[in-house]
């Protein structure tokens, strides 16, 4: 609740976000904050945007479906196309312990590093070209 009460707060003055989340489920029985009616009101106004891919494609050892939900980051979609480093998805699948005892899907905390400059490039671009209506007051 708190990131979406903030993209409230950006969105009012002008400023961009994006939150990172694990896609939808499909079967829709299933919880998700997708499914909530925030996520489902913020996603409808103008300059918000659900990204839905898998970070398998941008070099995660996995597929793991991701949602993104930006704001005022036009070019999201495609940083996140461009910045692929391959077009087919991984069958590995990040489930249990390895032999070790280890989760399996600890490796899977962070994010590939073609998803944290495909982020990263669109905050810049959108920072750097967008103007902010209403002046800052410390």
Known sequence: MFFFRMLLMLYIYGGCGA??????????????????????????????????????????????????????????????????????????????RDSLGQWKTTGLKEYPPAMCKALATSFASAVTTGEIDTPLSI
């Open 19 to 96: 939150l990172e989340h694990p896609a939808p489920p499909r079967r829709e029985d299933l919880a998700s904050i997708w499914c909530t009616p925030l996520a489902i009101l913020l996603s409808c106004l103008p300059g918000v945007q659900r990204v839905d891919f898998s970070q398998g494609l941008q070099g995660m050892k996995s597929p793991k479906p991701t949602s993104v939900l930006t704001l005022n980051l036009p070019d999201f979609v495609e940083h996140i196309w461009k910045g692929r480093v391959t077009d087919h998805l991984p069958h590995a699948a990040s489930i249990g």
